[in-house]
């Protein structure tokens, strides 16, 4: 399918397009939920992905593999872009003058809100990572990518993509060790998005060690 579509995607075929988001964007939303740990960032980052995909399709080589790296490159690249502009909108905020107080509302929605806690423990194991490493632990341990499909999305040396595995797993180990548990388990799974519409209502995705919830 990747050799007939590469053409066809690079000459701007819609229905080319629309087959490849039907086969990879399951794919790619997984990939942008594991770094980021947001099921709407998730969602976000696929549609710009496609968007930024369309975009550069004129640069796609004809030939070669699987266009899943190709993809979960540029996916990569959006998670970090949102980031990057996520942190200018904080610092702009906190310039601000601070707004009133309001009455705290926890209380009234702490029944909504157990998935979030679910993930606590995780997310504050992942936050000891760097970003290259969180990247490195997504595809190489969730996404179970080998270390040569990791080297090709991020753009660097096989060598690397080990040696910030390796760093990675140290941390988390050592983080589960200081609280008393297990490091955060390496599956989970995903439900996959439909073309047009990444999700359909609001059924949860799995984070590692999370249960996937129906509606």
């Known amino acids: 399918m ?14 080319a397009f629309a087959e490849l988001f039907d086969a990879y964007a399951r794919s790619v939303y997984n990939h942008a939920f594991r770094l980021t740990g947001d ?21 796609l080589d004809v030939e070669g593999g699987s266009l899943r790296p ?7 690249n959006v998670v970090r872009n949102s980031r990057r502009a996520a942190r200018r909108h ?3 905020l906190s310039r601000l003058p601070r707004p009133e107080v309001v009455r705290d509302f926890a ?5 909504r809100i157990d998935d979030a806690a679910s993930l606590a423990a995780v ?5 000891t990572l760097r970003r290259p490493e969180r990247e490195v632990l997504a595809l190489c341990v969730w996404s179970g990518h080998d ?11 096989v060598g690397t993509v080990r040696s910030r595995l390796s760093r990675a797993r140290r941390k988390l180990a050592a983080t589960a060790e200081a609280r008393g548990a297990a ?4 599956d989970g799974a995903e439900p996959p998005p439909r073309r047009g519409q990444v999700r359909d209502g609001r059924r949860a995705a799995a984070w590692p060690g999370q249960r996937k919830d129906t509606p």
Do not use: K, N
């Open 90 to 92: 904080a610092a702009a």
């Open 147 to 157: 270390y040569a499909t990791a080297a090709e999305v991020l753009g660097i040396p």
């Open 107 to 111: 209380d009234e929605v702490a029944g």
């Open 39 to 59: 099921w709407g960032a998730a969602e976000d980052a696929v549609s710009l992905t496609f968007l930024e995909a369309w975009r550069l399709r004129g640069r």
């Open 183 to 186: 490091p955060p388990a390496a």
């Open 123 to 127: 997310r504050l194991a992942v936050a």
């Open 70 to 76: 190709w993809l979960l490159g540029i996916a990569t």
């Open 2 to 15: 990747t050799t007939e579509l590469r053409p066809r995607i690079r000459d701007g075929d819609e229905d």
